[in-house]
């Protein structure tokens, strides 16, 4: 299949649950936090609901009768039942493969996540993609999603305008993350959150599959 010509010069993919399958480990991590801090467990569609913000937007949603005196303690305990299968989290199926046809392509890429300058490292470096990612913006380097700080910061870098940058994520924050930047959007639906609800903030598209990614991003992108 013939690609178009190139649309977008920035592309800015979420990490979690879009290119790493990662949304089971971090809602079960969420929901033994909440066990053993002694709170309500929350359940599936609220805990993957917090997917990509900031952790005090997370434990306000997840836990919202938590002292803010505890928030460092969820955090910490989030963070061990994480750790537990932070090693073996894959990359979906196919992305490295889309990542290296589109950094051949001449797109620069990017990511805007949710984790912690030394959690999306730690993920580049066991996976090897690092070199495909000509800038990164992480949570703890400025204001969280859906505050478009992420989105303002990757723009500058890559000295790249607002019209030639499309963000790509799985979740409704990824969404009005790119709203509030005045960027294009992408959805993905095979991560965090579900399709009606990306829907409702009306992106470009809404791809099923990593290949359905691809071939999106080779015709339109």
């Given at each position: 299949?013939a690609e ?10 979420d ?18 936090a ?10 599936d ?21 938590l ?7 969820f ?5 061990v ?14 992305v ?13 890429l ?10 999306l ?12 990612f ?7 380097e ?10 303002y ?33 992408l ?18 598209a ?10 999106w ?5």
């Open positions: 299949m178009s010509p190139r649309r977008y010069e920035l592309l800015v993919f990490w979690d649950g879009t290119l790493a399958d990662s949304t089971a480990l971090i809602a079960g991590a969420i929901q033994q909440c066990r053993d801090m002694g709170l309500a467990v929350p359940d569609t609220t805990a993957r609901h917090v997917i990509g913000l900031g952790h005090r937007d997370s434990i306000q949603y997840v836990a919202p009768s002292a803010p005196r505890k928030h460092a303690q955090t910490e305990r989030f963070g039942h994480y750790m537990v299968g932070d090693a073996a989290i894959p990359l979906f199926e196919g490295p493969d889309m990542l290296a046809q589109l950094a051949a392509r001449g797109h620069t990017a990511v805007a996540t949710g984790k912690s300058r030394r959690g490292d730690r993920a580049l470096a066991q996976h090897r993609i690092a070199h495909h000509g800038v990164t913006r992480c949570a703890d400025g204001f969280p999603k859906p505050h478009p700080d992420m989105l910061a990757l723009m500058e870098q890559a000295a790249v305008a607002p019209e030639q940058t499309l963000m790509i994520g799985d979740t409704t924050h990824d969404l009005q993350l790119a709203r509030n930047a005045g960027v294009d959007a959805a993905v639906a095979y991560g965090a959150h579900s399709t009606a609800g990306l829907a409702e903030l009306s992106p470009l809404t791809v099923q599959s990593v290949p359905e990614l691809r071939a991003l080779s015709r339109h992108a």
